[in-house]
């Protein structure tokens, strides 16, 4: 089964195939890295949670940053966020995002909660 939510003419927030969820690009608003990348990932959290999922359950996350210089400071926020033992497959890189405010942007992928 296939289930898209928040679904405009160019993307979905959310695309459900099965038990896999996958998120699109979330970007933060804040005047810094650490403000962008605390607000990112609050709003994974409540997309995750609305699809029947959360961090403890993600699979892949691939972080891009404009600047690989920021890399330090957005980790220590992730690194805070991710539960213990949890971590899921990660890629980070350098690349220009949508906008020049944009610093940091994150594509999630996850399993539903009460998938094994």
């Given at each position: 089964m296939l289930?898209?939510?928040?679904t405009?003419?160019?993307?979905?927030?959310?695309?459900?195939?099965?038990?896999?969820?996958?998120?699109?690009?979330?970007v933060?608003?804040?005047?810094?890295?650490t403000?962008?990348?605390r607000?990112?990932?609050?709003?994974?959290?409540?997309?995750?949670?609305e699809?029947?999922?959360s961090?403890?359950?993600?699979?892949q996350?691939?972080?891009?940053?404009?600047?690989?210089?920021?890399f330090?400071?957005m980790?220590?926020v992730?690194?805070?966020?991710?539960?213990?033992?949890?971590?899921?497959?990660?890629?980070a890189?350098?690349?220009?995002?949508?906008?020049?405010?944009?610093?940091?942007?994150?594509?999630?992928?996850?399993?539903?909660a009460?998938?094994?």
């Amino acid at each position: 089964m296939l289930e898209r939510k928040h679904t405009t003419d160019r993307m979905s927030q959310i695309v459900t195939h099965g038990d896999t969820i996958y998120l699109a690009g979330q970007v933060g608003e804040g005047a810094t890295v650490t403000e962008q990348t605390r607000d990112m990932l609050a709003k994974v959290d409540a997309l995750l949670k609305e699809a029947g999922s959360s961090r403890e359950h993600m699979l892949q996350a691939i972080i891009w940053l404009a600047d690989m210089a920021d890399f330090a400071e957005m980790n220590a926020v992730w690194d805070d966020w991710v539960p213990k033992g949890h971590a899921p497959a990660r890629a980070a890189g350098e690349a220009a995002l949508a906008t020049p405010d944009f610093r940091v942007e994150v594509i999630v992928t996850a399993a539903k909660a009460g998938w094994r």
